[in-house]
């Protein structure tokens, strides 16, 4: 389908999200007609108003023209004269896609990349062009793998994908707008009928009558109603355009086979899935495992220590890109399957473009390290800059053992509470440890494990199976506190590793002797002995 009939077709949906609406204002107005002209005055009143707030939120919907545009403030601008490669790079490829190249260059802390433009008059005119580029994506691809992304954003460029996303989008946006607005009408109208009755049932408790169950089904029926009339039809919506975005995609990505070589194009569609649960993943187990304790990897490092993971896990990255995912296909997708767009690109013929460069995408900046920091700057809140940093072995030991002290919180709080708990003179957690193995030689210990949290399974559990849950709590909660009594005073530390779970290093001895003092700790015939002459000689 050509730009022109898309951009028709466009314009059609928008036009049918505003018939729509003076549809059902139509509606309401021949109800609030046939209420004055037959119905008694209370009903016709209750009519009126449940008209009117009817349609507060479809005439809103419909004069709410404008949509959000870029604002700019995604991302960091490079300027031609700092980044005189990458500039050159997006020029060159843009020449040949054939299209003007984007106005600005903007790095980002994505896993991405993507094209924008500001047109004009509902698309028909071109506008401010922009290409934001994720630093983490750079750092996951080779130059030739960028080049094949960065030919398949140009490709939308030259499609007119950019000028006439604006018009689908504005459609989008005005049938979620009058959707969120009913919903959230219908969801007070609901609050307010539970609110209503449940005061009716407190009244009947208080004169002694038994309540009456709750029930809202009925409240806020007719927000209810028009919302799905505007899902439905944003459902057509996305249906009607969707097919389109996905053929969009296609001939995005033979345009960058033809301009960056088949097998780069390929290449770069197979590492973006991996890419991208590669970096959820470094996100949630290592730039952000110091935040709530206040803790941030190096300058720089937060959004750029992703690139150590990815070295770590190469093999496990080669099998991902190996065995795409299986991705259902649905008609509300913009973008097909991976693995069939994948398909498309390795069935072209062969180009002889195998055996490219490799080098890294970062080597198209002047200076990554500078531009991670600069976008780290503009991308992370006020308070997280203000964060202590530091290096990564460093962050790693203090964030485990700060989680850990956290994690034993509620043992401790049970030890505080026992006879004496208080008169050990040993610093910092070592005297919860010793407090602990006093209650276990005064036979106080069963009562400690009582006051701590269990499993539904442990709470229901009678006798000798009471008491074996008991012990496996003993047991699991004395080697925590210990471990993290022995990496709080520095005798253990947390060991970094980009490739598997931290690891907890003991000292000398401290793990073949371990086991058996503290099952001689929690024997019927405790003895604690091991288990302090081990924490003394640690």
């Given at each position: 389908m050509g730009a022109t009939l898309r951009a028709l077709r466009a314009?059609?949906?928008?036009?049918?999200?505003?018939?729509?609406?003076?549809?059902?204002l139509a509606l309401l107005g021949t109800l609030d007609w046939a209420a004055y002209r037959w119905a008694p005055a209370v009903w016709a009143l209750r009519m009126y108003v449940v008209s009117f707030v009817l349609a507060v939120p479809v005439v809103r919907g419909m004069v709410m023209l404008r949509t959000p545009r870029d604002e700019g403030t995604a991302g960091v601008p490079v300027t031609e004269e700092a980044e005189p490669r990458l500039w050159a790079a997006v020029r060159d490829l843009a020449e040949r896609v054939g299209t003007r190249a984007p106005d600005e260059i903007r790095l980002t802390a994505d896993m991405n990349a993507s094209v924008t433009e500001d047109a004009r008059l509902l698309g028909l005119l071109g506008g401010t062009r922009r290409l934001y580029l994720g630093l983490p994506l750079m750092a996951g691809l080779s130059e030739a793998q960028l080049r094949a992304v960065l030919a398949h954003e140009l490709g939308h460029y030259a499609n007119s994908d950019t000028r006439l996303s604006g018009i689908t989008e504005r459609s989008r946006l005005h049938v979620a707008r009058t959707v969120d607005r009913l919903e959230e009408k219908s969801g007070h109208k609901v609050a307010k009928q539970r609110a209503r009755q449940e005061r009716r049932s407190a009244k009947r408790v208080a004169r002694g009558k038994s309540p009456k169950e709750v029930d809202t089904t009925g409240a806020g029926f007719t927000y209810r109603a028009?919302?799905?009339?505007?899902?439905?039809?944003?459902?057509?919506?996305?249906?009607?355009?969707?097919?389109?975005?996905?053929?969009?995609?296609?001939?995005?990505?033979?345009?960058?086979?033809?301009?960056?070589?088949r097998d780069a194009t390929a290449s770069a569609?197979?590492?973006?899935?991996?890419?991208?649960?590669?970096?959820?993943?470094?996100?949630?187990?290592y730039a952000t495992l110091g935040v709530e304790f206040g803790m941030l990897p190096p300058r720089g490092e937060v959004f750029g220590g992703v690139r150590h993971l990815l070295d770590a896990r190469a093999e496990e990255l080669a099998e991902l890109r190996a065995e795409l995912p299986a991705e259902p296909a649905?008609?509300?997708?913009?973008?097909?399957?991976?693995?069939?767009?994948?398909?498309?690109?390795?069935?072209?013929?062969?180009?002889?473009?195998?055996?490219?460069e490799t080098l890294p995408a970062f080597g198209l900046l002047a200076s990554p390290e500078a531009a991670?920091?600069?976008?780290?700057?503009?991308?992370?809140?006020?308070?997280?800059?203000?964060?202590?940093?530091?290096?990564?072995?460093?962050l790693v030991h203090e964030a485990m053992t700060a989680r850990y002290v956290r994690d034993t919180e509620p043992l401790r709080a049970a030890i505080?509470?026992?006879?004496?708990?208080?008169?050990?003179?040993?610093?910092?957690?070592?005297?919860?440890?010793?407090?602990?193995?006093?209650?276990?030689?005064?036979?106080?210990?069963?009562?400690?494990?009582?006051?701590?949290?269990?499993?539904?399974?442990?709470?229901?559990?009678?006798?000798?199976?009471?008491?074996?849950?008991a012990r496996s709590s003993l047991r699991r909660e004395l080697a925590r506190l210990l471990t993290t009594a022995l990496a709080q005073d520095g005798r253990a530390r947390w060991q970094l590793s980009w490739s598997a779970p931290a690891s907890l290093r003991l000292p000398d001895g401290f793990t073949e002797e371990l086991p058996a003092a503290l099952e001689a700790a929690i024997a019927d015939r405790p003895d604690t002995g091991r288990l302090r002459k081990l924490l003394a000689a640690a």
């Open positions: 314009l059609v949906l928008l036009a049918g999200f505003h018939m729509l609406g003076l549809v059902l028009t919302a799905r009339i505007y899902t439905a039809y944003g459902r057509f919506s996305m249906r009607a355009t969707q097919s389109g975005s996905r053929r969009q995609e296609v001939a995005a990505d033979l345009a960058a086979a033809r301009i960056a070589g569609l197979r590492a973006l899935p991996a890419l991208g649960s590669a970096h959820d993943f470094y996100l949630d187990s649905s008609p509300y997708d913009s973008h097909p399957p991976t693995a069939d767009r994948v398909a498309a690109v390795e069935a072209l013929p062969d180009d002889g473009r195998a055996a490219e991670l920091c600069r976008v780290e700057d503009a991308t992370l809140a006020p308070e997280a800059l203000r964060m202590r940093r530091l290096d990564w072995p460093d505080v509470e026992l006879p004496d708990a208080g008169t050990s003179r040993a610093p910092g957690l070592v005297a919860e440890v010793e407090a602990f193995l006093d209650a276990v030689d005064a036979g106080t210990v069963w009562d400690l494990v009582e006051r701590l949290p269990k499993s539904d399974e442990a709470a229901a559990a009678t006798g000798r199976a009471a008491r074996e849950f």
